[in-house]
T-cell receptor
Framework: GAVVSQHPSWVICKSGTSVKIECRSLDFQATTMFWYRQFPKQSLMLMATSNEGSKATYEQGVEKDKFLINHASLTLSTLTVTSAHPEDSSFYIC?????????????FGPGTRLLVL | KQEVTQIPAALSVPEGENLVLNCSFTDSAIYNLQWFRQDPGKGLTSLLLIQSSQREQTSGRLNASLDKSSGRSTLYIAASQPGDSATYLCAVTGNQFYFGTGTSLTVIP
């Protein structure tokens, strides 16, 4: 079945530093990937839609200059949290849509837990 | 904007009980509805996917139903086991995924 990986699975950083999270589709090509954020005891909230070769589409309230998304290939999207602060601590999950399949099925990665001290 | 609500927010049952989790959504114009399981600190595991034209899907002890016109779905878990303890999320797909608030299930041995 379709597999999506994320790296790293865990990251702890100091306030003010930048953190990059990778999302890879391992056995399929993904023109479109999605980034979600999940705060404790809350559901997943879509942050942005990442499109290969073009700019990401951000949801309302998500700062595009703070959460930089790059989707340079059909199997890799990266999310960079710039100048991270403690309030950015969260669980970040990506998902990917198989370019070869019709429909809206998304395959989810295992998530990356970010802790900003 | 689509809003997805799950009731109850938390549920604790003794092992062996059958249980029902509820999901409701405000906009019936959906492509499909999906139920996920999330273990603490982990990602999502897809359980069942119901296309908008379908009424239900079954997988083992799980059965999910969909009533698009009333904006409701239920996830039925038969003969619950301690290993079923997790948070269950429903998500509807329109232009994007809209996730529900989740139901935290604890099955007591």
């Amino acid at each position: 079945g379709a597999v999506v990986s994320q790296h790293p699975s865990w990251v702890i950083c100091k306030s003010g530093t930048s953190v990059k999270i990778e999302c890879r589709s391992l056995d399929f090509q993904a023109t479109t990937m999605f980034w979600y954020r999940q705060f404790p005891k809350q559901s997943l909230m879509l942050m942005a839609t990442s499109n290969e070769g073009s700019k990401a589409t951000y949801e309302q309230g998500v700062e595009k200059d703070k959460f930089l998304i790059n989707h340079a290939s059909l199997t890799l999207s990266t999310l960079t949290v710039t100048s991270a602060h403690p309030e950015d601590s969260s669980f970040y999950i990506c998902s990917a849509r198989d370019s070869q399949l019709a429909g809206t099925t998304q395959y989810f990665g295992p998530g990356t837990r970010l802790l900003v001290l | 904007k689509q809003e997805v609500t799950q009731i109850p927010a938390a549920l604790s049952v003794p092992e062996g009980e059958n249980l029902v989790l509820n999901c409701s959504f405000t906009d019936s114009a959906i492509y499909n509805l999906q139920w996920f399981r999330q273990d603490p600190g982990k990602g999502l595991t897809s359980l069942l996917l119901i296309q908008s034209s379908q009424r239900e899907q079954t997988s083992g002890r799980l059965n999910a139903s969909l009533d698009k016109s009333s904006g409701r779905s239920t996830l039925y878990i038969a003969a619950s086991q301690p290993g079923d303890s997790a948070t269950y999320l429903c998500a509807v797909t329109g232009n994007q995924f809209y996730f529900g608030t989740g139901t935290s299930l604890t099955v007591i041995p």
